[in-house]
């Protein structure tokens, strides 16, 4: 199939973009997607809107999980027998958006993971009409700046666009601060992170959270906030309790391949979108409980020793929170792998707000090359760590019969590249 409707500005973008792409995967440099992509829009700066006349673009973003929940959603919406192009690789600036829709193909639902920056600048472009807006939380300071002019942003793009769907996580504060005034389908995922909401988005004061249930037990949806300016959590029959997500009176089981409780979440969100744009609720289920990885996410590769390691991302204080939480569901090996280049955010501080405590009694590697950083960050939470900078010797050198290998962004794409 060919691209339609493309002027020749527009082809003599495609074919340089894919050029350059096809230099970059073929000496080795990388997938190519976003280096392609900014070929392209700088042959042709108009180019997005061209890429996306004849598609149903649906974005979906948030801080933590966009990539599985773009991958749930597209393979619901392929199960249902639909065309869906996406940018499966996770390239999602407007180059790796740009890149994506620049693959042949016909009148699709695109559906594209965007990063929380970019919202403003491609929704117009592409005319979506349904965002899908998982949570908000800190990430990499030294670029993305405050939680809360995140959420600005957010709720300002919102107002401008009345008439755009959402699908969004009532159980983050900013993100129903953000959605607060649109068409939202509103989805309660429960309690979660945090460290990032103490305060209320939309007057600064103390949030109330409420606990319903005398367990305290987070995964069963109960978990509420509330301020006294009026801003609380928005009510809604969409609800995820434990593994079983109630869509009004519809209750919908999710049994995922994928691990971690954070993919629940994940996956409830992909679910309730995916019903909106029209696919049965337990086709979609069906559809996100056959998907194994993610762009290498959760991979298992077999170490020179023979033993099986997972490799898992996690890349902000959310983030590891949540797998920490998971690892204490085994007692296998564990390596965690620590850069700090521009994609990983060059400000580490967040590692002192990482429940690292989890860790103790456990046989550990800190490696990449902010080993010693997290070597010290370890040290003061009481676990004993063997430092290794290489993460592929660091696993062949802890116990375990198998290894968890959890790394930041960089370190992540290295090692699926030496792994595979």
């Given at each position: 199939m060919?691209?339609?409707?493309?002027?020749?500005?527009d082809q003599l973008a495609v074919t340089a973009g894919r050029a350059v792409g096809w230099a970059s995967r073929a000496t080795g440099r990388g997938a190519g997607a976003h280096l392609s992509g900014r070929v392209m829009l700088a042959v042709q700066p108009g180019l997005l809107a061209d890429?996306?006349?004849?598609?149903?673009?649906?974005?979906?973003?948030?801080?933590?999980?966009?990539?599985?929940t773009t991958r749930l959603l597209a393979a619901a919406l392929e199960?249902?027998?639909?065309?869906?192009?996406?940018?499966?690789?996770?390239?999602?600036l407007v180059a790796g958006v740009a890149a994506a829709l620049a693959?042949?193909?016909?009148?699709s639902d695109?559906?594209?993971?965007?990063?929380?920056?970019?919202?403003a600048l491609v929704i117009d472009p592409l005319d979506a009409q349904l965002l899908v807006l998982?949570?908000?939380?800190?990430d990499q300071l030294d670029r993305f700046g405050e939680v809360r002019d995140l959420a600005d942003r957010w709720r300002a793009v919102i107002a401008a666009h009345p008439d755009v769907t959402i699908v969004a996580n009532a159980s983050d504060p900013h993100v129903a601060f953000a959605a607060a005034s649109a068409r939202t389908i509103w989805v309660d995922l429960g309690g979660g992170w945090r460290g990032d909401a103490a305060t209320c988005p939309a007057c600064g004061r103390l949030l109330q959270w409420t606990d319903d249930d005398a367990s305290g037990d987070d995964a069963n949806g109960s978990v509420s906030y509330s301020c006294p300016c009026g801003f609380a959590e928005p009510l809604t029959t969409n609800r995820l309790l434990g593994d079983t997500l109630h869509l009004g009176d519809r209750a919908v089981p999710i049994d995922l391949a994928l691990p971690g409780r954070w993919n629940v979440l994940n996956a409830a969100l992909a679910i309730t979108a995916a019903a909106e744009l029209g696919v049965d609720a337990d086709v979609a289920a069906a559809a996100a409980a056959a998907v194994t990885t993610v762009s290498g996410r959760y991979a298992t590769y077999r170490l020179a020793d023979g033993r099986p390691a997972r490799v898992l991302l996690a890349k902000n204080p959310a983030g590891w929170s949540e797998v920490l939480a998971w690892l204490d569901q085994n007692n296998n090996g564990v390596v965690l792998a620590v850069n700090a280049h521009v994609a990983d955010g060059r400000d580490t501080s967040w590692l002192w707000d990482a429940p690292f405590g989890r860790l103790r009694g456990r046989t550990v590697a800190a490696s990449g090359e902010r080993a010693l950083d997290l070597a010290v960050r370890l040290d003061y939470?009481?676990?004993?760590?063997?430092?290794e900078p290489d993460p592929i010797a660091a696993a062949a050198r802890v116990d375990g019969a198998?290894?968890?290998?959890?790394?930041?962004y960089t370190q992540f794409t290295a090692l699926t590249r030496r792994l595979t």
């Open positions: 060919r691209i339609p409707l493309l002027s020749r500005r890429l996306a006349v004849n598609d149903r673009v649906t974005l979906v973003s948030a801080t933590n999980g966009k990539t599985t199960a249902d027998g639909r065309p869906v192009v996406s940018n499966r690789t996770g390239a999602n693959s042949p193909h016909s009148g695109a559906v594209l993971e965007v990063d929380e920056r970019i919202l998982g949570n908000l939380s800190r939470d009481g676990v004993d760590c063997i430092v198998e290894v968890d290998i959890i790394a930041s």
